[in-house]
């Protein structure tokens, strides 16, 4: 069975430019949730997705969105570049049913805002 | 103040010595700490999942303990190899009745070397 599989590996945008990151969940998983991780900060949440609909949001301002096709496939998209949004960006999967269930990860997608 | 506080923030230890890992946490309530291993430029990969109800729960040499009373949990590391190099984040999930899905609130993490 395939991974999280997360598109591109790196990314380097300069500031004001948009970026879209791609991520393609476990077979039969629903749910993907996105997540920031910057030395200083950590891991952060950004949102999560289940059935196309977004169920939950973290703490990041409206530059940040994201969606998931009908193929569990999910897609984040961040406009106007600051240099703070250097960072991984992690994508993972679940089932999606409420439970005590594993949380895969993809391999992030490293981006460098210059 | 982050609700999930780890200690220590690295680690330096010899190749088959053991090792332990402490999570802090004032995340309350919540339905399970779970405890991941992160290789250098990957995901963080699923280690343990504990309930609030749990007190240990092992996967071969490592073992997780919790003691929901004074919001601790620690990581325990058995006969260390150099592949065990890595960082260790202790993360917290939300109670299911918010909702709160894969909301989690993560650790800092502890970043620990093995080495010869």
Known sequence: KAGVTQTPRYLIKTRGQQVTLSCSPISGHRSVSWYQQTPGQGLQFLFEY????????????????????????????????????????????????????????????????? | KNQVEQSPQSLIILEGKNCTLQCNYTVSPFSNLRWYKQDTGRGPVSLTIMTFSENTKSNGRYTATLDADTKQSSLHITASQLSDSASYICVVSPPFFTGGGNKLTFGTGTQLKVEL
């Open chain 1, 50 to 114: 289940f059935s196309e609909t977004q169920r939950n949001k973290g703490n990041f301002p409206g530059r940040f969105s994201g969606r998931q096709f009908s193929n569990s496939r999910s897609e984040m998209n961040v406009s106007t570049l600051e240099l703070g949004d250097s960072a991984l960006y992690l994508c993972a999967s679940r089932t999606g049913v409420p439970s005590n269930e594993k949380l895969f990860f993809g391999s992030g997608t490293q981006l460098s805002v210059l």
